[in-house]
């Protein structure tokens, strides 16, 4: 392989991760469009529309996230370019952050809408605690200069962070059926983004070099 072949190769996790995030990206972008120009309240977003800043600052920061997080999956720009590896990482520490605290205080305050019952509700703040504590665990271990781990722990914050880009896919069969639904579906297709991301993330760490199998 030349070269030019591998830096090809480089930008195909990157990229796909970003197109895996565009639908939610989309989504984002026009919640934060419909607050800024003081859409009406909807069953849909009533909840939004009263209290905007933590849904805002929950897509401010998610986009961030998840954008340039996918950056830092490509190799070749980690070895061309560290400086810039070590300045979006410490960016996206505190945005994925945000996105997880803001999460958890939206599943806290926000009223439950239409088919989110208690089991998603418990979901939701494992998988909002699981992504703070990865993200405190990949600090931990960068400062200890134990790069495996911190690379596995970063992994499974991000994994866990672009759920919502898998939830688009999950939800396929809640829309194609809709007798289908309710609040185990609803919980089902959920946790089913959640849970592939984080099971390919460990199918990618143990699948790594050796310094990222022990993470």
């Given amino acids: 392989m030349n070269s030019g072949d591998a830096s ?12 895996l995030s565009a639908v939610p990206v989309a989504a984002g972008v026009h919640r934060l ?3 800024a120009a003081g859409a009406a309240a909807r069953p849909d977003n009533a909840r939004f529309v009263a209290m905007p800043l933590p849904i805002s600052l929950h897509v401010v920061c998610a986009i961030f996230f ?10 070749g720009l980690r070895l061309r370019y560290p400086d810039l590896h070590r300045v979006l990482g410490r960016g996206l520490v505190p945005c994925g952050m945000a996105v997880a605290l803001s ?3 939206m599943t806290q305050f926000y009223p439950a809408i239409r088919f989110d019952g208690t089991a998603l509700y418990v979901v939701r703040l494992l998988a909002g605690t699981a992504m703070a504590a990865c993200l405190c665990l990949g600090v931990a271990a960068i400062r200890r200069r134990d790069i495996g781990r911190h690379r596995a722990w970063m992994m499974r914050a991000y994994a866990l962070g672009l759920g919502a880009g898998t939830q688009v896919f999950t939800h396929i069969p809640w829309f194609l059926f809709p007798g289908m639904q309710g609040e185990l579906a ?3 297709c959920m946790s089913a983004g959640w849970s592939i991301n984080l ?5 990618a760490i143990r699948a790594g070099r050796p310094q990222l199998r022990h993470g």
Avoid: D, K
Avoid at 8 to 17: D, I, Q, T
Avoid at 66 to 75: E, K, M, N, P, R
């Fill in 103 to 105: 999460g958890l205080w």
């Fill in 186 to 188: 609803r919980t089902l």
């Fill in 33 to 35: 469009i419909e607050l």
């Fill in 66 to 75: 998840s954008v340039f997080g996918a950056l830092q999956f490509a190799g």
């Fill in 8 to 19: 090809h190769g480089n930008w195909r996790l990157p990229a796909g991760l970003m197109v």
């Fill in 199 to 203: 099971a390919v993330a460990e199918w």
